[in-house]
């Protein structure tokens, strides 16, 4: 019997109502359950009487009884709570500045918590969002050492009365139940070399542990293993893409690439030029190609996408181009032909919305190869498009689909194709490797010449007139302008501002005068052509939106990005928002309305953008901010795999699973010495790679 596929309902004390609950929140099987580990943990031994708190303490535990709970409706739509607690010794009042609501519910007057985090001093002892645990006699017995994990909980598991406590004894039922049968897989020499503990006593550890010593080392063990699995399956992919033979390998004079190239309506920047060179040489190597192509926005990769699919061209074989959004396919559809105007190239778009009998002789014409580029979204990995001969397939905006997809488009050719993948997103070295750590990077460090940085300015509700007369000025100076809300309907308490509203209130109000278009993502694929092709042709002055526009899309008339409500978006979000503008060769600029807000870090976040247009420098500030999950925007396959280690904070770590995988997979590259390993990798990575031995 395995943990991963025994039912949660085995385990003692799961019924029926608690098996729905835990299920909501992911928990499927009894090694799900033993790998929900807890978030936090309160050290008893730390506790403290109020009466201690000196000033500027750090973090300190409390052990008091709750007196009064009051819940204060505040300004915005947010509402506070504040709680006073009492040990006898002292007062202490804690406030939720979120999720005030809920956290009422769950308190009860009289009763005696744990409480811990910074005190501070603001007419009587304050700590802002503590770490809460209700103190009773279960949790008292279940812990008989003085550490107490606490669960992340969802509204799912507190609904059907699931907090910590019950996960607790439900974790430790399970502990009891399956007692020896968690197999081990890390292969002995491995974890005997870095004196790991073994798999199971590190569950136990930090679910129950007996010191912060032991925690802190099974807690490693669980994090190397996470990276080691990664970089097990990055090294697998490496190895085969190099020793895959390579049958599209270019040849010929090359005419159709000097011909397009002396077509192209601007001379290449010094960084596209030597970019497109290492491309060239790939191409024509022996070797299959594995690029990725990092470049800020507005550096111009797209060109660089089309030089790389003329050189497939003049050598017979097709090339696939998936873009993120339909908008961002048609806009490279639009590109592409006009710039190949003239020479004999076939090219097609392929989304998911065309007609039948359209998408049936586009399809045709891709199977018999005579199309020889294809551009579209994730459609083009849909079954039921055939290649006859494809050859290079790249992926723009990388970053906006996950790891898998790029194996999907792999999987159409019949020979390994060669792959580009651009990005915008300047990705920190230490998630490169764990993403990424199988291709080759090339980067586009410079913008092409004559572009003036984007000026940005944070700007509140009472500024929003004169922002306006400022759009109105620079329609009338014939320049374009976007203003991008962060969402399409309002919805709910919120008074977010939403794009369809946002669009009523600005072209009857303010711009009353002035061709105001709508444009969002729940729109048919036609009309948001067909609106993005009149902004671009200039109709159209401003356009509003919501973020469909963020990535890739290219109008160098527009000199005005307005994001409304920008704290909702994450700076890298918002540098690609502003990258819309400064395409050309017109001063632009980057207005980032706020909210009103007490928070200081919103304020402080938002206001990074002004002081830099460095996409570096704000990936990496929003990378530590955010963390890869959001950080991405998307679900990042591969990303989702990491739950306890952190691409920054355990690099170390990173870099020596690594190390140890390369070197394991150097040595026996199916991992035959390791079937325990071996079956687990292929179960758990079966989307992804395989360890089969074909000898
Ligand atoms: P991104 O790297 O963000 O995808 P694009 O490829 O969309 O950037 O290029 C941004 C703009 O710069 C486009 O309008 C493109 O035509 C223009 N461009 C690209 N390369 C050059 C160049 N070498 N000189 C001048 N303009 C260029
Ligand atoms: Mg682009």
Redesign the pocket.
């Known amino acids: 019997m395995k943990l991963s596929s025994t039912d949660i309902s085995e385990v003692k004390d799961i019924g029926a109502v608690r098996k729905k609950a835990l299920n909501s929140a992911g928990i499927f099987s009894v090694e799900d359950l033993l790998y929900y580990f807890p978030r936090r943990y309160l050290d008893r031994k730390t506790i403290q009487p109020i009466a201690n708190i000196i000033m500027d303490p750090g973090e300190m535990t409390f052990i008091a009884k709750l007196f009064k709970v009051k819940l204060f409706p505040a300004k915005n739509y947010k509402t506070r709570l504040h709680a006073a607690f009492s040990d006898g010794t002292g007062i202490l009042t804690c406030i939720w500045f979120q999720g005030g609501e809920y956290v009422k519910n769950i308190l009860v007057e009289g009763e005696e918590y744990i409480l811990s985090g910074v005190p501070k001093y603001f007419g009587g002892w304050k700590i802002d969002h503590p770490v809460i645990e209700r103190m009773d006699d279960e949790a008292n017995l279940k812990n008989t050492g003085k550490i107490i994990p606490l669960y992340p909980l969802t509204a799912a598991l507190t609904s059907k009365n699931i907090d910590s406590r019950v996960l607790r004894r439900l974790v430790s039922n399970a502990l009891d139940d399956f007692s020896g049968m968690l197999s081990d897989e890390l292969p002995e020499a491995l974890r005997e070399y870095h004196k790991f503990p073994g798999l199971e006593d590190s569950v136990k550890q930090l679910h129950f542990p007996e010191s912060d010593e032991s925690r802190r080392s099974a807690l490693r063990r669980m994090k190397y293993e996470e990276f080691f699995h990664l970089q097990l399956v990055m090294c697998r992919r490496r190895m085969m893409i190099i020793s895959a033979p390579k049958q599209n390998r270019i040849t010929g004079s090359g005419d159709l690439l000097k011909k397009l190239y002396s077509k192209l309506p ?4 010094g960084a ?1 030029k030597k970019v497109v060179r290492e491309i060239f040489d790939d191409l024509k190597s022996d070797k299959v190609m594995n690029r990725m192509l990092q ?1 800020d ?7 660089v996408a089309l030089l790389a699919m003329a050189m497939m061209a003049g050598s017979g074989y097709q090339s696939a181009v998936m873009a993120p959004t339909e908008i961002l396919a048609e806009q490279h559809y639009r590109v592409f032909s006009s710039m190949c105007e003239g020479l004999d190239i076939e090219m097609c778009l392929i989304t998911g919305k065309m007609k039948k009998s359209v998408r049936e002789e586009r399809l045709s014409a891709i199977a018999e190869g005579r199309t020889k580029i294809v551009i579209g979204t994730h459609a083009v990995i849909q079954d039921g498009v055939e290649f006859n001969d494809l050859g290079l397939v790249i992926i723009d905006e990388q970053h906006r689909f996950g790891v898998m997809q790029r194996g999907e488009l792999v999987k159409k050719a019949e020979h390994a194709p060669n792959i580009l993948v651009m990005s ?1 997103t300047p990705i920190p070295r230490t998630l490169s490797l764990s993403l990424y750590g199988d291709l080759d990077i090339s980067i586009i460090d410079s913008l ?1 010449s004559g572009r003036k940085p984007v000026k940005t300015a944070v700007r509140g509700d009472n500024d929003m007139n004169r922002v306006y007369d400022f759009i109105r000025s620079e329609v009338k100076n014939g320049r374009q302008a976007y203003i991008v809300y962060p969402l399409i309907e309002k919805t709910g308490k919120s008074d977010l501002k939403a794009a369809v509203d946002g669009f009523e209130e600005l072209s009857e109000g303010v711009f009353k005068n002035i061709p105001v278009e709508l444009l969002h993502g729940r729109m048919t694929g036609e009309e948001k052509d067909r609106i993005m092709k009149s902004f671009k042709d200039g109709e159209i002055k401003i356009l509003v939106s919501t973020t469909v526009i963020e990535v ?1 899309v ?1 109008v ?1 008339n527009s000199t005005v990005m307005l994001v409304m409500h920008s704290e909702r978006f994450g700076l890298s979000q918002l540098h690609q928002l502003r ?1 819309r503008v400064g ?1 050309g060769s017109h001063q632009s600029y980057c207005i980032l309305h706020m909210a009103k807000t007490e928070n200081d870090d919103t304020l402080k976040r938002v206001k990074v953008m002004e002081t830099t247009n460095d996409g570096f420098a704000i990936s990496e500030a929003d990378f530590e901010l955010r963390g890869p999950g959001e950080f991405f925007g998307e679900k990042q396959s591969g990303m989702t795999d990491l739950k306890l280690a952190h691409l920054i904070y355990d690099r170390e770590l990173l870099i020596t699973a690594r190390k140890d995988a390369f070197e394991m997979l150097q040595k026996d590259p199916v991992l035959s010495s390791y079937p325990l390993l071996r079956d687990f990798m292929n179960e758990k990575f079966k989307d992804k790679v395989q360890f089969l031995d074909y000898s």
């Open positions: 601007f001379e290449l920047t596209q470049g926005v507005g550096s111009g990769k797209t060109v915008a092409p890739g290219d160098p990258g395409r």
